[in-house]
């Protein structure tokens, strides 16, 4: 009875662990922020803030098969951050911007039906930054 009691709670134990396994997701933003705005739709994502710390991930989805580039365009008023932008399972530079900087570019031309995770990471404490990002075909 004690082996059949056992292998039941083993059986149950491996169902949840795989059940919550599936339900993660590839990056996971955790931040400290005021006066922070975001929004986020299929295409478009943006961020602005008074004071940033840590990181930040926005999904952007290229549905169809067309070309799709990421235009963007940020501004920062103090520290220093890294973004990155995710496709194909890649993690790829997009551009940093340190204290007083701006950004106005776009990436590459790709092709697929799949998200597009764009990562905001900071290098300590920022100030004043806003953030824009376009899923253009």
Avoid: P, R, W
Avoid at 77 to 86: A, L, Q, R
Wanted: charged share 20%; aromatic share 12%.
């Amino acid at each position: 009875m004690k082996k059949f009691v056992s292998a039941i709670i083993a059986v149950a134990t491996l169902v949840l662990c795989f059940t919550l396994c599936a339900c993660a997701t590839k990056y996971v933003s955790h931040y400290s922020s005021s006066t922070m705005t975001t929004t986020e739709t299929s295409d478009k994502a943006s961020i602005s803030f008074g004071s940033f710390s840590g990181t930040y991930v926005m999904k952007l989805q290229n549905n169809g098969a067309d070309e799709a580039v990421i235009t963007y365009e940020a501004t920062l008023g103090e520290g220093k951050i890294k973004v990155y932008y995710d496709y194909n399972d890649e993690k790829l530079d997009l551009f940093e911007i340190g204290a007083n900087g701006s950004v106005d570019s776009k990436t590459e031309a790709f092709t697929g039906n799949k998200t597009v995770y764009v990562i905001i990471e900071s290098d300590g404490k920022c100030k004043d930054g806003s953030f824009s990002f376009t899923l253009k075909k």
